[in-house]
């Protein structure tokens, strides 16, 4: 517990130590609050037009969220028919890493012209760039099990779907749960870049993707930087939730789960 | 339904097994090990103690001959049969009682009967208190005592052990090694062990098979005549230690062929 506090400490000296470099920065080259806003600028912005950032923050965190839930099930369920052959996985397995290479920026125009501007869009395009993670740790986590433990079911005469649901998916927990914590990130990067295309185009109806791309058109550089710390905030939140999740199932099994005090 | 005592559980006839085109593991083994009977098997490394209990469980097949387990062929008595390993291979994600339940539950056996049989077994290996534990809790003997209950919670007739205590240390071995017997004499399965430590070969056995490598083969065939029942008391008899050297000298013989 005081080796946590020391560590958050820490953390917030480095914050503040950062905003008096960043404020030092201004006085001493004079920039002007169009190129860098001061701390204080960006704080009054928050504060301004805080309805606003909400509400950009909240449809970003549902394109995100949605994109990362749907990359889940579809995930797991594909992670599922590669777990049952090696063949399946030699033929298949290839193509996932495809998700993983196209560049989204590419292909987040032609999501644009076939299903319009607007959330579910976006939605797609966060769950498309989260998707290859979930694959690829859930199908590792679903063939990883120990060859004795196979054995064990087998003389007790397990079906194929015995061996599955009562060890193989189970097993796989842990592994799902670090491509979750990839994917968590990667789809509210996701859901950012897709809404730099394919937001909606009303003003105020966009999430953080659109708002970013509105206010450095309008040089609300004050505004831009609240966008880009919202932005982190949202990375983070994800990050947290999917790491409690992550502790609350695992905690009373897996080893690498183990709280560091543990130990 | 007593066994009798002569009749064969395990009998295996020429058996072959060799991997690709390397060495046969084991080459021409013929053994029979009666109803009742605990065979130790021991041997230094690449003399196919292991590849025994695999062909025997039938998780693999033989190359050549043929096995029999109770008459059957290996796969098809497995309902009689239960497997132990050299870790105690527990399901992380499951309390200790689950884990004991998990053999009875893969065969179908009904929530309330399992309920009873697995209490009844950790009672049985001194677990009574932990059943709601996760296994990450437990020290590594506690572990293998619920890897045992789980084997025993099918009611084997015969009991496969490959090395099971090899990696705790020795006083937590020499308990469970007078707690396996004790649960022997109460249940009556017949044991087949694999072990490198000799004292435990001599102290658990009726009977010990010593194996040579390269091919894997039986060299020496030693009766354990020392009494019932057998309690700690045994290893610092005469009798004991004396089969302890012979054993010795025999392996030392395996090992220079």
């Known amino acids: 517990m005081k080796r946590r506090l020391i560590v958050i400490a820490n953390a917030l000296a480095v914050f503040a130590g950062l905003l008096v470099l960043w404020q030092l920065v201004l006085w001493i080259f004079h920039v002007p609050p169009y190129m860098l806003p001061s701390p204080w600028a960006v704080a009054k912005a928050v ?7 909400l509400n950009a923050f909240q449809i970003t965190a549902e394109e995100a969220a949605g994109g990362l839930v749907f990359s889940i099930v579809v995930g797991v369920g594909v992670a599922l028919i590669f777990a049952q052959s090696r063949w399946v996985r030699r033929m298949l397995y290839p193509w996932t890493l495809l998700l993983q290479t196209v560049p989204i920026v590419a292909i987040a125009p032609l999501i644009l012209m076939w299903f319009g501007a607007g959330t579910p869009s976006v939605t797609l395009i966060a769950f498309i760039i989260s998707l290859a993670p979930i694959i690829a740790n859930t199908t590792q986590g679903l063939i990883s099990v120990d060859e004795n433990l196979v054995h064990l079911f087998l003389m007790h005469n397990a079906s194929r779907a015995q061996i599955l649901f009562k060890l193989r998916l189970p097993h796989s927990v842990p592994s799902l749960f670090v491509g979750i914590r990839i994917a968590s990130g990667i789809a509210v990067i996701g859901a950012i870049t897709g809404e730099l295309y394919a937001g909606s185009s009303r003003v105020g109806e966009g999430g953080l993707g659109y708002s970013i791309l509105y206010a450095s058109s309008q040089l609300q550089t004050d505004y831009l930087f609240a966008l880009v710390l919202a932005a ?3 990375g983070f939140g994800f990050l947290f939730l999917v790491m409690f999740l992550e502790w609350y199932f695992l905690h009373n099994w897996h080893e690498s789960a183990r709280a560091p005090e543990a130990e | 339904m007593s066994p009798e005592p002569a009749a064969p ?87 200790v009682r689950q884990n004991v339940g998990l053999g009875l539950e893969l065969e179908g056996v009904g929530k309330d009967r399992r309920a009873e049989k697995t ?75 694999v072990t490198h430590s000799v004292a435990e070969a001599v102290f658990l056995s009726t009977r010990i ?41 025999e392996l030392r013989g395996a090992l220079s062929q």
């Open chain 2, 9 to 95: 559980m395990i009998e295996f006839a020429g058996v072959t097994k060799s991997y690709g085109n390397a060495h046969a593991v084991l080459q021409a083994m013929d053994l029979n090990i009666l109803k009742g009977e605990f065979v130790t098997f021991i041997g230094p490394s690449g003399c196919g103690k292991s590849t025994v209990l695999k062909l025997i469980s039938g998780l693999t097949a033989p190359s050549g001959g043929s096995i029999r387990v109770d008459g059957m062929l290996p796969k098809n008595a497995r309902e009689t049969v239960s497997y132990i390993f050299q870790d105690a291979t527990l399901l992380p994600w499951r309390t």
């Open chain 2, 119 to 193: 209490a009844a077994l950790l009672e049985l290996v001194g677990l009574g208190g932990v059943a709601k534990a996760y296994p990450r809790e437990l020290s590594g003997g506690m572990k293998m005592r619920v890897s045992i209950a789980r084997a025993l919670a099918t009611n084997p007739r015969l009991l496969l052990m490959d090395e099971p205590f090899a990696a705790l240390d020795e006083m937590s071995r020499d308990r469970l090694n007078e707690e396996l017997l004790r649960l022997r004499a109460e249940q009556n399965w017949t044991g087949v062990f």
């Open chain 1, 232 to 234: 982190t905030v949202l």
């Open chain 2, 209 to 249: 098979v010593v194996l040579a490598p390269n091919p894997g083969r039986i060299c020496a065939m030693l009766p354990v005549d020392l009494p019932w029942p057998r309690t700690a008391a045994l290893r610092e008899t005469l009798e004991f230690e004396t089969l302890v050297a012979q054993v010795s000298h």
């Open chain 1, 47 to 53: 504060g301004a037009r805080f309805p606003l950032l």
